[in-house]
């Protein structure tokens, strides 16, 4: 495992009111795929290509996690080093501090009650539509009022 990173940037927001989102899957293709649909819906994304990043930048690895940099996270469920199961698993702070919206090629039922049961907010099948994303992004960020980013009214 590499060393932690307790020098992770808390970079201030690019706008007021814009959720701030930790996008995390390993495949560069989905990847860019998912920031560009987070990014059209006014989120500001930072990007990470595996579980032991997630890891990294919510703080895991060091002695004070830090969950609470990132309104919300989007993750893909199977990666090679670690899954998202596992992180949500291994969350040893209480109740999951902040949503947790997962992706997945997969459609086993099991995993996905799994997944809720463990915290997550929602779990989409890939391919993700963006009005799926744009629904679990409103639901998991129910603090964002009419005329801020995700509000399709303004």
């Known amino acids: 495992m590499r060393a932690a990173r307790e020098d992770r940037p808390s970079t201030p927001r690019s706008e007021p009111g814009q959720p701030r989102i930790l996008l995390v899957e390993d495949d560069a293709d989905q990847r860019r795929l998912l920031a560009w649909m987070l990014r059209a819906e006014g989120c500001?994304?930072?990007e990470a290509a595996s579980g032991i990043e997630l890891l990294d930048w919510i703080g895991m690895t060091t002695s004070t996690p830090r969950p609470d940099r990132f309104d919300a996270i989007?993750?893909?469920?199977n990666m090679p080093d670690l899954t998202a199961i596992d992180v949500l698993s291994g969350w040893r702070y209480g109740a999951w501090p902040v949503p947790l919206i997962l992706v997945t090629a997969s459609e086993d039922a099991k995993m996905h009650f799994e997944a809720h049961e463990l915290g997550a907010s929602a779990v989409l099948t890939k391919p993700v539509r963006e009005s799926d994303l744009r629904r679990a992004l409103e639901r998991a960020l129910p603090r964002h009022r009419p005329g801020d980013?995700?509000?399709r009214r303004s």
């Open 74 to 77: 989007v993750s893909d469920v």
């Open 149 to 151: 980013p995700l509000d």
């Open 44 to 46: 500001e994304v930072v």
